[in-house]
């Protein structure tokens, strides 16, 4: 399991800036922040918010109205951008050309081209670049791995659902210009989900846009199907048009494990993983943990080890299945 050893980290200092101040910077990464001693400075950069924003007292940063003075100007170690999706690449270019680390919220960036050149950017400066899909290092991934492992098996048929109900008129990702729909926007979850537990990417995808909404008509949903080797698969319905449904069910030679909240899961929130082995039926405990935490300290051991070379796999290997999904979509694969 993935744990938060923060005796490990209180030798190191860690400043941070965030170019953007999005909901999920507010609710979940800030805070998230705070049980990470190595962190002693958050700078933010806001366009719309920067007289609003009220930092913990302990952070003593500053705050930015402009996304290019505060790249300048702030002495950050790693750049957290949270902007609309359309912006990621250009302010995640500006900030690797400075020197910083680098955090992309998801999706990262909005094709597979740019996603390629910035990650050969970020390699050969010797810079971190990552994308936040922090469900991923939850413990209940490692648990879940687990008790395949246990059983001296592993799942061969994955289905995953992340849907909900519509967004406001107004949000993003109704707008094609600002990187909306839900292929980018819930798309790194479709992908993801057999990286973690095949640890390959697929043979074949297969998807299908199942409904168009909001004022530039942008696809709200999508099911998909990714064949690997030897007869595994994973099925995903993805979208925001239904009724609330965060759910990864694995099938195996002997096992069958569920867990809700996968993708979302509350900081404060014990889960449960319903397991089948043989007929007999058990549930399994998960502690409660902040992926965000765990995902930042992560990202924060691999800068100062210089061992961020996996972060980047993770992010192109996303991003060449993400491509091959869209594509499949559009009926161009």
Not at 220 to 225: D, G, I, P, Q, Y
Not at 290 to 315: P, R, T, W
């Amino acid at each position: 399991m993935f744990k938060l050893h923060l005796t490990d980290f209180l030798h190191i200092k860690m400043n941070i800036l965030f170019i953007g101040y999005s909901s999920i910077v507010q609710k979940r990464v800030i805070p998230a922040l705070s049980v990470i001693p190595s962190i002693t400075r958050v700078d933010v950069a806001s366009l719309s918010s920067a007289s609003k924003i009220s930092l913990p007292y302990k952070y003593k940063g500053e705050i930015f109205d402009d996304y290019d003075t505060a790249l300048a100007k702030s002495r950050a170690d790693l750049v957290y951008i949270s902007t609309v999706n359309s912006k990621h690449a250009k302010w995640a270019e500006k900030a690797l050309l400075r020197g910083f680390h680098v955090i992309v919220d998801k999706p990262a960036f909005t094709d597979f081209e740019t996603t390629k050149n910035l990650a050969e950017l970020a390699r050969k400066s010797g810079l971190c670049l990552s994308e936040a899909t922090v469900y991923a290092f939850h413990p209940q991934i490692q648990a879940i791995r687990n008790i395949y492992s246990e059983t001296k098996s592993g799942p061969t048929r994955l289905t995953a659902v992340f849907s909900f109900p519509p967004l406001k008129p107004d949000d993003f990702r109704y707008k094609k210009y600002l990187g909306g729909g839900a292929l980018l926007d819930l798309g790194s979850y479709a992908v993801s989900v057999g990286r973690l537990f095949f640890g390959e990417e697929p043979e074949k995808v297969f998807c299908r846009i199942c409904s168009y909404g909001g004022s530039d008509n942008v696809e709200t949903s999508f099911s998909m199907l990714a064949a690997y080797k030897g007869g595994r698969s994973m099925v995903g319905h993805f979208g925001f048009d239904t009724e609330y449904s965060n759910y990864l069910g694995l099938i195996g030679p002997t096992v069958y494990a569920a867990i809700e909240r996968i993708f979302t899961t509350p900081a404060e929130m014990e889960n449960e993983i319903q397991v089948r082995h043989r007929n007999t039926c058990a549930v399994i405990k998960v502690p409660k943990a902040d992926s965000f935490s765990i995902y930042m300290q992560k990202v924060i051991e691999a800068v100062q080890g210089g061992d961020h070379k996996y972060l980047i796999e993770n992010l192109l290997s996303d991003a060449r299945v993400l491509h091959r999904m869209r594509s499949a979509a559009l009926l161009k694969e």
